[in-house]
């Protein structure tokens, strides 16, 4: 499983850097659904993730009102991109916030499957 990352180039160019290096593990990208750009820009820079110009400006312009309406879609292209570049699983890093993760799952067609939590 991966860090999280804001461009989809960024997974498939380390994806294929593994697979060159003859890594044949699965590779799952992890996805931060982001709660709120002011806080996402932190865990970054904890976390050392690269902050993108186009991510902050696009924040800026959206405002605090366009702020969550902004992150869905980012994290809705992002999925689906990754999607389309063949990766069949995703981790979302809720961080025990599931509302946003939840929408995107809909966007994208996933529904839950309560059965995989479930103790035998």
């Known amino acids: 499983m991966t860090q999280f990352f804001f461009s989809p180039d960024t997974y498939f160019r380390f994806r294929d850097q593994c697979v060159a290096a003859g890594i044949a593990a699965p590779i799952i990208p992890g ?3 982001i709660q709120g750009w002011a806080g996402t820009k932190r865990f970054a820079a904890r976390c050392g993730t690269t ?5 902050d400006e696009a ?9 969550a309406s902004l992150a869905l879609d980012l994290c809705i292209d992002l999925s689906e991109k990754l999607i389309a570049g063949g990766v069949d699983r995703l981790h979302f890093y809720t961080l025990n ?14 529904v839950p499957n309560p ?3 479930k103790v035998a």
């Not at 902050?51 to 991510?55: D, F, G, K, S, T």
């Not at 924040?59 to 702020?67: I, L, N, Q, V």
């Open 115 to 117: 059965g995989l939590n």
């Open 59 to 67: 924040f800026a312009r959206a405002g605090k009102e366009g702020e």
């Open 97 to 110: 916030k599931p509302d946003l993760t939840t929408k995107v799952c809909a966007a994208l067609g996933i």
């Open 51 to 55: 902050v993108p110009q186009w991510a």
């Open 31 to 33: 996805i931060l659904p």
